[in-house]
């Protein structure tokens, strides 16, 4: 019954970061081609299915506790059910492992992006360098100004 359960877990789990996996990728694309239409739809989505399998990895990690309890419990099982759930759990740890390089590349361009922007608007308008200062001493954000570009980029 238990090792149903864990078979279950696992299973949903795989489905869930495959699921991430899309969306993320659907992510990038939107990002690197700028189409924001959809892009709040997707952050939703992928926030939804982080929760989901945030509440997975909870139950998953009560009945199968840490990776040595994982192949310690595992171990006692007939060799069948054993190469399933080790399989599966590797599976697990695969896909959470190209997500978060995923997301860490996406980080990586979009830190450059901001930069890049920043450095340009700092060029086409070196007047918005000046810093406002309370009366505390604390820095206030300028009150940004228009700017008119007659070339385009």
């Not at 989901?52 to 040595?68: C, N, P, Q, V, Y």
């Not at 980080?107 to 340009?120: P, Q």
């Amino acid at each position: 019954m238990e090792t149903e359960a864990q078979i279950r877990i696992l299973q949903e789990q795989n489905e869930v970061l495959e699921r991430l996996a899309g969306i993320h990728e659907s992510l990038r694309k939107a990002v690197m081609n700028r189409e924001w239409t959809d892009f709040e739809a997707l952050l939703a989505s992928l926030h939804q299915y982080s929760d989901h399998f945030e509440a997975l990895e909870a139950e998953r990690s009560r009945l199968m506790g840490d990776i040595a309890t994982v192949y310690r419990s595992v171990a006692r099982l007939p060799e069948e059910e054993r190469s399933l759930i080790t399989g599966m759990y590797r599976n697990l740890k695969r896909q959470i492992l190209a997500i978060r390089m995923a997301n860490e590349s996406l980080a990586t361009y979009l830190n450059e992006a901001n930069i890049m922007v920043k450095s340009f608007l700092e060029a086409a308008c070196p007047e918005r360098k000046t810093r406002f200062y309370s009366r505390w001493g604390t820095q206030v954000a300028a009150e940004p100004r228009s700017m008119m570009v007659n070339h385009s980029l």
